[in-house]
């Protein structure tokens, strides 16, 4: 049966698709472009971590180096994205096209005017840019000289690149969120601390504290950066972008009740502070039973307060399940890399990404529960192997399953729940590298690009079965899912 929503949704909802720089983009070293720390990050496999070298090695393979050439087609895959009607278009700026070292004085003139570009062709079709500053892709030299996000400096340095961009394309871009999944380096695994923050923990430290400190000084530049942003254009829409995964209790034992509770505050104390402009409580008390001696300051604490953001931005794919162990301590501190377990009532995509489209519905309300903030959701997907068949079509059924299971759970929220939700913008459009493999294999996009894991293909794009699908969606304003 054909399901239909009818105008549950604003006339001006942001539909669009969403991708970053590093991811897509190529032209690694054009145009006087830095190394970032994507660009010293090998391939990987599925189940198989990339290698993060230091600086270029020769004869090994960079999937973003290339990446699927946006640099130079973004043209051509902007058309594509108008054809399929989007409002919207999701990416970050490279930092290291704007300031290639990330500690010059001065802007990078050729790296802005790439940007000045690519969103005037995106106005040309009506399509509005919504802008991450920092995905993912810090200027390697950063971490080099200044030991990445462990050091205050890099405050400074965030904040010029933010105040040179805001500045720059302040009647070109209204809406910016500042740390793409900031929270995903609460798991403390090497390689969220290093794309998010640019820190692979020494042997000589505590890699939780080091987490803490460097989160701190994120959340400060991120406050500061929303009330400079707020200053050169009141108009601004400054948001977080959070790591949404939310985590069940593996039963109703009480203890695994607490420990879920436990597992949600330490992954969503990031988003406390850029929403509600101060520390948790309960964190408070954490690090200092811990004796971290962390360098935050009654300044740093007036302007988390100040620079509160206008929206939480969020990213979707699946949840967890959490389960306390035997001998809890009592802090029942959470341990994400240890502590999780499979649920038995989802499937699971070909990573083992564990498929739960209620989970976006608890996920939205859980946000406007807490802070009653508007919500954008950024990104969502399905990252699956495609086939191209012989007369060059590509069936995903399977993809435009997951997302009009997606869809209809943030129409229920909307529609039920009164939830506040603005846009929403599935992830890889286009099909990209994916971040956390460097594979082009695991697969997202509406569109096709003919690119393979070892980078050999000839860069064509080609339309998918979904393109159509979202196509639909769209004119229908979320009305016509089938
Ligand atoms: C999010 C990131 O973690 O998920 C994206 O913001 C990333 O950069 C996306 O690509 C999907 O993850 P992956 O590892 O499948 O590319």
Same mark, same amino acid.
């Given at each position: 049966m054909e399901r239909k929503n009818d105008s549950v949704l604003p006339s001006d909802f942001l539909w669009g698709g969403a991708v970053a720089a590093h991811q897509l983009e190529g032209g690694w070293d054009q145009d006087n472009k830095g190394l970032s720390v994507a660009d010293i990050m090998t391939a990987g496999a599925n189940g198989k971590a990339r290698e993060i070298t230091d600086g270029i090695v020769k004869g090994k393979y960079y999937p973003n180096h290339e990446a699927i050439d946006f640099y130079h087609r973004y043209k051509e895959d902007i058309k594509l994205f108008a054809e399929m009607g989007f409002k919207c278009f999701r990416t970050s700026i490279a930092w290291t096209r704007i300031f290639p070292n990330g500690d010059e004085e001065q802007p990078n003139e050729s790296g802005l005017k790439f940007y000045d570009q690519l969103f005037d062709e995106c106005h040309k079709y009506g399509i509005e840019p919504v802008i991450t500053l920092s995905h993912f892709e810090m200027p390697y030299h950063l971490v080099k000289a200044y030991g990445g996000w462990r050091n205050r400096k890099l405050i400074d340095f965030f904040v010029r690149f933010a105040k040179t961009v805001f500045k720059r394309y302040k009647d070109k871009v209204s809406y910016w969120m500042t740390f793409n999944e900031i929270n995903n380096q609460t798991a403390i695994a090497d390689w969220a601390l290093f794309t998010n923050s640019g820190i692979i923990p020494r042997s000589d430290e505590n890699a939780e504290k080091v987490m803490y400190q460097a989160g701190h000084y994120e959340t400060v530049a991120s406050a500061l950066a929303v009330q400079i942003g707020h200053q050169i254009n009141p108009d601004f829409k400054i948001g977080a972008m959070i790591a949404m995964v939310p985590i069940y209790p593996a039963s109703s034992d009480p203890r695994d009740v607490f420990k879920a509770e436990r597992a949600m505050q330490s992954r969503y104390w990031f988003s406390d502070i850029q929403a509600k402009g101060k520390y948790p409580d309960w964190l408070v008390s954490y690090q200092k039973n811990k004796a971290f001696d962390l360098d935050i300051t009654l300044e740093d604490l007036d302007v988390l307060k100040a620079g509160t953001v206008d929206y939480i931005g969020l990213s979707y794919y699946m949840s967890f399940t959490v389960k306390a162990k035997k001998d809890e301590p009592k802090s029942y501190k959470y341990e994400e890399r240890k502590e999780l377990i499979s649920n038995p009532s989802l499937p699971t995509t070909d990573w083992g990404w564990q498929i739960d489209p209620i989970g976006l519905r608890y996920a939205l309300n859980w946000f406007s529960d807490h802070y009653d903030l508007p919500l954008f959701i950024v990104e969502n997907g399905l990252g699956a192997y495609d086939k191209v068949e012989n007369n060059q079509q590509i069936h995903d059924p399977y993809r435009i399953a997951y997302l009009k299971a997606h869809i209809q759970a943030m129409i229920d929220a909307v529609q039920e729940d009164g939830v506040k939700v603005i846009g929403y913008t599935p992830w890889g459009c286009i099909d990209l590298v994916s971040a =956390?493999? =460097?594979?082009?294999?695991k697969r997202y996009g509406f569109i096709y690009v003919d690119k393979d894991d070892q980078g050999k293909g000839s860069l064509k794009r080609l339309k998918k079965d979904s393109f159509f699908w979202y196509q639909q969606v769209i004119k229908s304003n979320g009305s016509q899912l089938d």
């Open positions: =956390g493999t =460097g594979q082009m294999s």
